[in-house]
Every structure is written in structure tokens, then in C-alpha cells.
């Protein structure tokens, strides 16, 4: 008990000397000091906190036979898996990707999510976006001109979406298959796919302006449609998940869930 009240004695003598120093400054300058502790608490918060909730989920999506299933395998352990049939439920992991493996240093695991493109399935796109750090659509280049209308509005679905939108999340449009002589480039995809939004957000907008499928509109009044019009950042690359050839798929994905 003696102990205690000296430490207590003790504690109360440093309150009463830091009131008294406190008292000593000027007013101007007690404020500024609080001024800059307050913002500098704050501004450490934000900071962890945003580096506790940073993402790392990747979503691979895009229409039926565009080759995800085979790139979500070739990211996980650098094996194409040809037997892979379309999905009907979505692939899902936490892994490092394969070529990561080899290489030292800091490697974040990503987690990668391959939603299937049935129409009917879509809907599970809605339960991973909230938390997607990037998304890559996956066309066909090999067989894209005839399903340049449908993979026009899936796109078109997606970058009009509130939770894609309002996060500002990053789109590659993955141009897969383009090891094949016949296969499209990525430019020619590109403008092809701008042209084919650019009639759909004039069709759909003329239907109703209360579209509840689309949350938001796209493009530039007046202007013929680019991606770069887009609220969010989206990029083209090409790959061949067949044959390994993923470098710009792997790029992308490092580039939004390194630590």
C-alpha cells in the first residue's frame, strides 16, 4: 500500500508539472501542435487501415469457351489442364502464382476467382466484385467475330456496374488464343468491341433511363465510345493460355495485389 501511494504521489507531481509547461504556451501554438498531432493520428490510421483492407482478389470472367478455366490452371501451377470442360461453378484459390514461385523475395498469394460465362451463372459475378482488386475479361480471339455482340454486352454489363464503377477497379480485356494464325490481334478486337458499346449505350439509353441492369452510362455525349472513357482503367493484352504465354495476364495481376 506504501508503494502504491508513492507512485500515485509521483503521478500526480508529473500532471502538475505537464499543466504547468502547457500553460506556459502560447495559445496559437498549443493549437497548432494539437492541429498536427490530430492529423498526423488520423492520417496513420487511414494508412493502416488501407494496407489491412488492400484486396487481393483477381476475377477472371468473360464468355463460355474463352479459355479461363485453362488460365486460372496455368496461373496456379503453370499446367494448361487441356481435359478442362466448361465450368459450372466458379474456380476459386489462394495461391502465389506459379511464376512467383521460383523467385526471391516478397510474393503476395492472390486470390483468383474464375466465374463462369453462362448467362444463367452470371449472377455469381455479383458476390466477388465487392471485393475484387482487378477483373480480366476473357474474349476469344480466335472465334471472335461471331460472338463479338454478346461479349460486347457482358463487357458493356460489367463497366456499368455501381461496385465497379464507384471502386475504380481495373479491367483487362484479355485477348486469349492469339498464339493461332487465324486469331484477331488485340487492336482489331478493341475497336471492334468499342463500336458494338458505342450502339448499345445509344439502344439502351433510348429504351429507358431507368435501365435497372446498367447503374451506370458510358462514354461521352456526342463522342463515338472509347475505353478510355471509362470511369475505371482498362487496358488490352493478348495470351495463349494453351501454351503458357501469360506474361501480360501475370503483369497485371502483380501490379494491383502486390503488398
Known amino acids: 500500500m506504501e508503494g502504491f501511494e508513492e507512485w500515485k504521489s509521483q503521478a500526480e507531481q508529473w500532471a502538475s508539472q505537464a499543466l504547468q509547461y502547457i500553460h506556459q504556451i502560447p495559445p496559437n501554438q498549443l493549437y497548432a501542435a494539437s492541429g498536427v498531432l490530430l492529423f498526423t493520428i488520423l492520417f496513420l490510421f487511414f494508412v493502416r487501415l488501407f494496407k489491412r483492407t488492400k484486396s487481393n482478389t483477381i476475377v477472371l470472367t468473360g464468355l463460355s469457351g474463352a479459355g479461363k478455366t485453362v488460365l486460372f490452371y496455368q496461373l496456379r501451377d503453370g499446367s494448361s489442364h487441356q481435359g478442362t470442360v466448361t465450368s459450372m461453378e466458379p474456380n476459386e484459390g489462394t495461391f502465389v502464382l506459379h511464376s512467383e514461385k521460383t523467385k526471391n523475395g516478397k510474393t503476395k498469394p492472390v486470390h483468383l476467382v474464375d466465374v463462369p460465362g453462362h448467362s444463367r451463372l452470371r449472377p455469381k459475378l455479383d458476390e466477388f466484385l465487392p471485393q475484387a482488386a482487378g477483373v ?120 494491383h495485389v502486390r503488398p
Open 136 to 255: 480480366i475479361f476473357v474474349v476469344d480471339a480466335l472465334e471472335f467475330l461471331p460472338n463479338c455482340r454478346a461479349a460486347s454486352e457482358y463487357l458493356y454489363d460489367l463497366l456499368t456496374k455501381a461496385s465497379v464503377v464507384k471502386k475504380k477497379i481495373p479491367v483487362l480485356i484479355l485477348c486469349n488464343k492469339t498464339d493461332k494464325v487465324t486469331a484477331h490481334t488485340k487492336e482489331f478486337i478493341r475497336k471492334q468491341m468499342e463500336k458494338e458499346i458505342d450502339k448499345l449505350r445509344t439502344s439502351r439509353s433510348a429504351i429507358s433511363d431507368a435501365d435497372i441492369a446498367n447503374e451506370f452510362t458510358l462514354g461521352v455525349p456526342g463522342e463515338a465510345f472509347s475505353f478510355s472513357h471509362c470511369y475505371n482503367n482498362v487496358t488490352v493484352a493478348e495470351a495463349s493460355g494453351l501454351n503458357g504465354e501469360i506474361s501480360q495476364v501475370e503483369q497485371f495481376i502483380m501490379e
